[in-house]
């Protein structure tokens, strides 16, 4: 059996982690990195889907809801505008191959990065 990724451990308590909330099939839980003044990561309780493609072919309501998810926390958490960031790949920068968006948002004037 393989370990249960980082994400999986943290919603089980077993590392330490901040949940900020949770529906039936997805969790939030703020980034240990953050990128901004807002930095959650959506993350579905399946570890089933490695990446967005994976999930997107596998379970596309998922990843509606996923969204809808994002930008509930966005309301929550900022005023409701958002980057909505999915790495997919390790050249891409992923690093944690169980699907996860990072949901980025209060930002600060002129600390956007890139385009
Ligand atoms: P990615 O590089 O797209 O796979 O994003 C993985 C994110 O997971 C990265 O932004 C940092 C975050 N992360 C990694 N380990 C931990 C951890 O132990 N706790 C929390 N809260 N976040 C973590």
């Known amino acids: 059996m393989t370990e249960a ?3 999986t451990r943290i919603y089980n308590g077993e590392i330490p982690g901040e949940i900020v909330a949770e529906t039936d099939r997805v969790f939030a839980l703020r980034d240990i990195s ?5 930095h959650l990561l959506v993350v579905p309780k399946t570890e089933q889907y490695r990446d967005v493609t994976e999930l997107a072919a596998g379970d596309p309501a998922l990843l509606a809801e996923m969204v809808a998810f994002a930008k509930s926390l966005a309301s929550e958490h900022a005023n409701g505008e958002f980057r909505l960031i999915f790495n997919n790949g390790a050249s891409a920068s992923q690093s944690v191959f169980h699907v996860h968006a990072h949901v980025l948002a209060n930002f600060e004037e002129n600390t956007l ?3």
Do not use: K
């Not at 953050?34 to 807002?38: I, L, T």
């Open 34 to 38: 953050p990128q901004a003044p807002v």
């Open 113 to 115: 990065v890139g385009f």
């Open 5 to 7: 990724s980082i994400f």
